[in-house]
């Protein structure tokens, strides 16, 4: 919520700051980028390949859409490349080119141009398009699957660690230290496992004004209580709740995804609300629902959710929710 | 609305990592190596993972690759697919072509070939329980492997 002293509004002439969307992507992009570097040298050029296939199509796609329909060219904004580097982070290093080019067909077209474009999309376009992606073909998206190829002598586990947790339980997973896990140092997407590149990118984002911290740290402490109160009931079948916050797209989750502008609601309570829900529902999909990873499916439900907290009083300014 | 410098990034931008990414996916194609990683059996109970490597590998188990690839023994040609004997179904009688690239017909119509799920089953099993490590076979342990 901003300060009500930002709200008061003096005579013209105005200055403009200069910040606007370009701005708020590049710099958003730029705060991706260590997370993303980090997936390229675990898997090297294939991870390379489809970073860069991903940014490149999500911009063509939206150019594309741009000009079916007659409306101003927007790819300058940056949102579309910002779209893209985050959809290629999501996936496996082991992608193939068609997984990619429909992944952000599906981001760009499907989740945010047929909603009118950049502030009018009602789901994370991101979140959107890999929900699809792995509901329509698990398989390219399972890491275990995807990655048998590739030879990870520094992790300490060869298995996704999220996966190996719904399918043999915690035992499973036991070994794994969680520092580890936070370095980056497990299988996963390509800029999803670098727990502390994304956290470095997320605190740079929330100091600039970029993200707001209030759903993040609410995201965050929602996994961590849930998760807790899961493994106090029964640890032999629920693990830590630090394995939680270190594994999935949790982190990835909370600082880059639930906090899309558009998709996301804007005043204090509701942001609190917002990011609680989403941490809830990752802990209770992960474990006692059927999907391994339950972060996508949390964002868009409380994707979903938005219009609904953005009315509680005081009511969003300038949101026809 | 963006300024043209910008619009000029954004499609410098889509150019340049098409191109990186066209020479990324065609001389680094994720291929598999003449030695298997880590193999994603995909069956009708769900997936199951066996990491070659490190059943295989100095720094693993060390085993034998003839501990698993068992026929002919010795030979580097048994360095095959398991599925490449053992096929998805056997019909009785009926022997896979990679016998036959070897032996007459007539003098193997009565050796039995287990299946690829049995072969795979009794190899694991027979081998987990001889050295008592990792998953052990018994009535409600399928989900120790299997990915259910």
Redesign the interface.
């Known amino acids: 919520m901003n300060p009500k002293k930002t709200l008061l509004v003096s005579h013209a002439p105005f200055w403009h700051d200069g910040g606007g969307?370009?701005e708020r992507s590049y710099h958003t992009l730029l705060a991706a980028l260590p997370a993303a570097c980090a997936g390229i040298a675990f898997y090297?050029?294939?991870a390379?390949?489809?970073i860069?296939?991903s940014?490149?199509?999500a911009?063509?796609w939206e150019?594309l859409m741009n000009r079916i329909m007659r409306r101003?060219?927007?790819?300058?904004?940056?949102n579309?490349?910002l779209v893209g580097l985050l959809l290629a982070m999501l996936l496996p290093?082991?992608a193939p080119?068609w997984v990619v080019v429909l992944g952000t067909f599906l981001a760009i077209v499907i989740g945010m141009q047929i909603f009118g474009g950049i502030g009018g999309n009602p789901f994370n376009p991101v979140v959107l398009g890999t929900a699809i992606l792995s509901v329509a073909y698990g398989?390219h998206l399972?890491f275990?699957?995807g990655l048998?190829?590739?030879?990870f002598t520094a992790f300490a586990s060869?298995?996704d660690p999220i996966?190996a947790l719904?399918?043999?339980g915690p035992e499973a997973v036991s070994h794994l230290r969680y520092l580890d896990l936070f370095l980056g140092k497990q299988v996963g997407g390509i800029g999803s496992t670098c727990g502390a590149a994304i956290v470095l990118g997320g605190i740079y984002l929330i100091f600039r004004g970029f993200i707001r911290w209030e759903i993040s740290i609410a995201f965050l402490a929602s996994v961590y209580l849930s998760a807790a109160l899961f493994n106090m009931a029964d640890p032999t079948r629920f693990a830590p709740p630090l394995f939680h916050l270190v594994t999935g797209y949790t982190l990835i989750g909370a600082f880059f995804l639930a906090t899309e502008n558009s998709s996301s609601p804007v005043n204090l309570f509701p942001m609190l609300i917002y990011g609680a829900l989403g941490g809830v529902l990752t802990v209770l999909i992960r474990n006692i629902g059927a999907y391994t990873d339950g972060v996508l499916f949390a964002i868009l439900v409380i994707n979903l959710t938005n219009p609904l907290v953005d009315k509680i009083r005081p009511r969003a300014i300038g949101k026809a929710a | 609305?963006?300024?043209k410098k910008?619009?000029l990034?954004?499609?410098g931008?889509?150019?340049h990592?098409?191109l990186?990414?066209i020479?990324?996916?065609a001389?680094?194609?994720?291929?598999?190596?003449a030695e298997?990683?880590?193999?994603?059996y995909?069956t009708t109970a769900g997936?199951v993972?066996f990491?070659h490597?490190?059943h295989a590998g100095a720094t693993g188990y060390s085993l034998s690759c003839f501990d698993c690839h068992h026929h002919p023994m010795g030979d580097q040609n048994a360095m095959t697919s398991c599925s490449e004997c053992h096929p998805a179904a056997v019909e009785e009688g009926e022997q896979p072509l990679t016998c036959l690239n070897c032996h007459n017909g007539k003098d193997i119509r009565d050796t039995p070939i287990l299946s690829r799920t049995d072969a795979l089953h009794k190899g694991c099993t027979d081998c987990h329980a001889e050295f008592e490590k990792g998953p052990v076979m018994d009535a409600n342990s399928c989900?120790?492997c299997h990915?259910?």
């Open positions: 969307i370009p090297g050029a294939p390379l390949g489809v860069c296939l940014i490149s199509t911009i063509l150019l101003p060219i927007t790819v300058g904004d940056g579309a490349a290093a082991s080119w398989r399972d275990d699957a048998v190829n590739f030879t060869s298995t996966s719904k399918a043999f | 609305m963006t300024s910008q619009l990034f954004a499609y931008l889509a150019i990592l098409l990186v990414a020479i990324c996916y001389a680094f194609p994720v291929t598999a190596p298997p990683v880590r193999i994603m995909q997936k993972l990491d490597a490190t989900s120790r990915v259910i």
